[in-house]
């Protein structure tokens, strides 16, 4: 067992720690055309309202950290990732995590950010972690590492694993230390395969056991095309929580998956005096 390993994140004002035993670090899942049908035909249409809403809201219903995502087919993405990140920290002080593929528009993106952000993200495909962790380096960056590498998606959590540790050890030979990457497991949808959310499951308690780094997921793909997605959502994430998931990217404003998280801090401990629960609760009976 190591010993967990807080990874801080920042903005031009903000800080925000993300550490096993605090509140979990609710990142936003919402501005992604590539996710989001709406947000991308509102980016198509040279629409930036609903990204400013949806930061807004977004903070406003507890994510303390922004995912933003500009994959619009045919679009200019370094230009219009900066644009989108720009415009988000124009409307809230939140921390963003740079979600992305491409290496040409991480490097645009780290360039306008001001504060340390979330790589989103590196995998284990040479290719991938020559591109991505030098920037990392260069801008004092953390990283999502994504449990995957030239030989695709692993089946077992042990391979899974093993390419976290990969990463890890790559990262570090650049000289950037376990407490700044951020292992993601893989949720991906049990709709397709059943042990999805399992696999998911088991690789968070093994990641955490082996390196005591901090763990995210894209946790509402786990639920792509079933019906009644915030049920699966609620009980998926509070089970990620008990396995040791600190930082999921999901939809805050889903309010069974917001009370779901809140609750499962609540039984990990993560909640002294239940203060975030009641405040939560107050706030729900103000309205
Ligand atoms: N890991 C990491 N990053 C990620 C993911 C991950 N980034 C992208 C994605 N996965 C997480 N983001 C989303 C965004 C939206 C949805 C799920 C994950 C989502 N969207 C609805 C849908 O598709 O049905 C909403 C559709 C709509 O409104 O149009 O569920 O795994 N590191």
Known sequence: MTANLTT????????VEIY???????????????GRKKVLAALQAGDFDIVRQDAISQV????VVLDVNAGVPGADEP????KLMQMVMEVTDVPLCIDTADPEALAAALSVYEGKPLVNSVNGEERALSAVLPLVK???????????????IPETPEKRLAVAGKIIERAGKLGIPPEDVVVDPLALTMGAESNAGRIALETTALVVKEF????????SNISFGLPDRKYINSTFIAMAIHAGLTCPITNPMVSEV??????????????EYAMNWIKAYRARNKK
Do not use: F, H, W
């Open 60 to 63: 406003a219903a507890g994510a």
């Open 138 to 152: 260069e801008y004092g960056a953390a990283v999502i590492a994504l449990c995957m590498d030239d030989d695709g």
């Open 20 to 34: 096993r035993s605090r509140p979990t670090v609710m990142i936003g899942e919402r501005i992604n055309p590539t």
């Open 258 to 271: 917001m009370l779901a998280v809140l609750a499962a801090d609540l039984a990990m401990g993560r909640d």
């Open 8 to 15: 801080i994140l920042s903005s031009k004002t903000k800080q």
């Open 79 to 82: 230009a219009l990732l900066k």
């Open 212 to 219: 005591g780094v901090n763990v995210t997921m894209g946790a």
